[in-house]
């Protein structure tokens, strides 16, 4: 249960990262949210061929890495553990489509592999956003932005018992898992059913957690409504942040720049 | 005063599956007392202590705060009134940070933020917990969790402390820290508790809860000596008074400490 319990640690080391006190950690949540949701919104709203326009958008990602002091090794390990998943989804399009979009002397490329390497970039591409994003904000902080962008309060605070609860609950987990493994001596441990029981009394040991937990927050006067503290202002700074990056992005989008680039040079050559 | 009392009379409970929790218990605690619960595994211990903020409602009989009984209308009074620290501190910290956590209840109160902040300021400055703050809950260790726990009831401003199990699951440095702590509280103070020491040195008043019943109710250390009514309860005496096996002497003969310490 070594990974689950490492998975945790991970997790808190993100938590951690989020404490930090550049410039960027200091601007308004609601300002990176926002950010964010135009970043990821510009790329994924692309040509399903497109490719080489996609690069310039990894410049967002490196900016806030830099700006955030963050570690880009922790933040690459993470990234790469959604790739699988990317390929998986675009694996099957150079089989289904095979018409050749470039040719390189004998080499055809076709539609189709070009489709699937755009979907890893943006997989890459919005993946580290989002990671970047709790990497220089907080997970509660995020949270609580939402909930001042409009998203209902009940879904912000489901959002932040989970976060505060998914530490007790592996924990608890990989508790009974151990448990279990060190009284199976390396063999099977009566196989699946174990584990069926085990994740039914982890259930159980959940309900009554929520049943206590229900009752300390009755014991303390609550009556279905959070209220939450500091009306961190929403200033020159984020509208800046904001407005510099949208409008970058908006650039970006609408316009190929790496061919524009291209162009440019080819132009001066001639 | 009389909004310190507290008083239970033929209270009975018996849970939805039929297990009687609660056979008949009447008690009277008044203002300024520290009382014990002490029974077995299974006793009603913590049956009783959901009584104290209207969490459960008797079966019969009845629990009045101050000269209040439960109603609805009554209700969020007396729990601002009852602090309640529940066994596990991480089933009562359930806020991003300390300091919301601390927040929460005086938010709940209607306060100000003026107001808010002050009661935080002090409720984490008494348990010792101000350099806290800011950090989440899962990064601090039990007995700062047991700590802050405290704070989010004391934020409150309670005329009445409940503490289910205060030290248990604590190391001794930091369960010493606690019995300290809590000696200093000028609260009622109710606890139930299987760390007997911790009652002999915090507790003038003991009640001993077996089989739903309040089978003894009295100064703690005449409870204590009682050795037929101990072992018919399935408890046994503190440490501090029995007699050391390393040295031959009791700490605590007949009341008094020894010369020792």
Redesign the interface.
């Known amino acids: 249960m070594a990974s689950i319990e490492g998975t945790i640690l991970d997790f808190r080391r993100l938590d951690r990262l989020a404490a930090g006190e550049t410039a960027l950690h200091r601007l308004d949540a609601r300002a990176k949210v926002l950010v964010t949701v135009a970043f990821i919104l510009s790329v994924v709203s692309f040509d399903r061929y497109a490719l080489a326009a996609l690069f310039p958008f990894f410049l967002y990602p490196a900016a806030i890495l830099a700006l955030g002091n963050l570690p880009i090794g922790y933040f690459a390990r993470k990234v790469a553990l959604i790739l699988p998943f990317a390929l998986a989804v675009g694996m099957l399009n150079p089989l289904f489509d095979r018409e050749a979009l470039v040719r390189l002397g004998p080499l055809a490329v076709t539609g189709g592999w070009v489709s699937c390497a755009s979907i890893v970039v943006r997989a890459v591409l919005t993946v580290s956003a989002a990671l970047l994003l709790v990497g220089v904000t907080g997970f509660p902080e995020i949270c609580r932005a939402m909930e001042r962008l409009g998203v209902p309060q009940i879904f912000a605070v489901q959002l932040l018992f989970l976060y505060r609860y998914l530490f007790v609950l592996t924990e608890e987990g990989a508790r009974s898992s151990r448990a279990r493994e060190l009284r199976s001596f390396g063999g099977k441990g009566q196989g699946i059913p174990s584990y069926g029981s085990l994740a039914g009394h982890l259930l159980l040991r959940t309900w009554m957690r929520a049943d206590r937990i229900h009752m300390a927050m009755l014991a303390r006067g609550f009556t279905g409504e959070f209220h939450s503290r500091r009306p961190s202002r929403f200033g020159g700074k984020e509208l800046l942040f904001l407005s510099g990056w949208s409008a970058l992005f908006l650039v970006l989008r609408l316009r190929n720049v790496p061919d524009l680039l291209g162009s440019l040079v080819m132009g001066s050559l001639r | 005063m009389s909004h310190h009392l507290v008083e239970a009379g033929n209270l009975r409970h018996v849970y939805p599956d039929g297990t009687v929790a609660l056979r008949d218990v009447s008690f009277r605690i008044t203002h300024g007392e520290s009382v014990a619960v002490i029974g077995a595994n299974g006793a009603g211990k913590s049956t009783l202590l ?1 009584h104290l ?1 209207g ?1 459960l409602a008797p079966t019969s009989g009845f629990v009045r705060v101050g000269d209040r009984s439960f109603t609805k209308k009554t209700l ?1 009074e007396i ?2 009134r ?3 620290v ?1 066994q ?1 501190p ?3 910290l ?4 300390v ?2 956590d601390v ?3 005086p ?3 209607g306060l100000s ?1 003026a107001e ?1 902040e002050a009661r935080v300021e002090e409720a984490l400055a008494r348990v010792g917990a101000g350099h806290l703050r ?1 950090r ?4 601090l260790s039990g007995g700062e969790k047991k700590r802050v726990a405290i704070a ?2 004391l934020s ?1 401003a309670p005329d009445i402390l409940v503490m289910d199990e205060p030290t248990n699951g604590l190391d001794p440095f930091a369960r010493r820290r606690l019995i300290e702590l809590l000696a200093d509280f000028r609260h009622t103070k109710i606890f139930t508790s299987h760390d007997l020491d911790m009652v002999l040195e915090l507790c003038e008043r003991t009640i001993v809860l077996h089989d739903g019943e309040v089978r003894a109710d009295g100064p703690t250390r005449e409870i204590f000596r009682d050795d037929g009514l101990l072992a018919a309860c399935r408890l046994e005496k503190p440490l501090s008074m029995q007699g050391c096996t390393a040295c031959g002497t009791a700490r605590h003969q007949d009341g008094e400490r020894s010369s020792r310490d």
């Open positions: 959901l903020n969490y969020p729990r601002r009852v602090g309640m529940f596990d991480d089933d009562q359930f806020m991003p940070t300091y919301e927040a929460f209840g938010r709940n109160l933020d808010v800011e989440p809950p899962y990064r989010t009831v409150m």
